[in-house]
């Protein structure tokens, strides 16, 4: 059974900074494409950063300029920084993975991001 943990959520204020730690008991996990998703409450959740194998990187654009997700295959991680932060942005943070066309239908707890005006 592969196992997401998030970490690292937290309250700041606008413009604050957090950073998103995940590790994801996964094998083959230099292969994998990562990703963060958050849910904000009454919203579905979105993919809002990933990086595939060879460290190409996505976005959503809200969040462009001010997020960036790395990895560290050693450790199986995958990390979230979230710069110059905005109340929208405030949701449950989720790491997932996917090894080809699908993500997994497997989700960790998630981690509480709040950030105030």
């Known amino acids: 059974q592969v196992q997401l943990v998030e970490s690292g959520g937290g309250s700041v204020e606008t413009g604050g900074s957090l950073r998103l730690s995940c590790i994801i008991s996964r094998s083959h996990f230099s292969l994998l494409t990562l990703g963060w998703y958050r849910q904000a409450p009454g919203k579905q959740r979105e993919l809002v950063a990933s990086?595939?194998?060879?460290?190409?990187?996505n976005y959503v654009d809200s969040v462009k300029g001010r997020f960036t997700i790395s990895r560290d295959d050693a450790k199986n991680a995958v990390y979230l920084q979230m710069n110059n932060l905005k109340p929208e942005d405030t949701a449950v943070y989720y790491c997932?993975?996917?090894?080809?066309?699908?993500?997994?239908?497997?989700w960790g707890q998630g981690t509480q991001v709040t950030v105030s005006s």
């Open positions: 990086m595939n194998s060879g460290r190409r990187t």
């Open positions: 997932n993975y996917k090894y080809g066309s699908a993500w997994s239908t497997t």
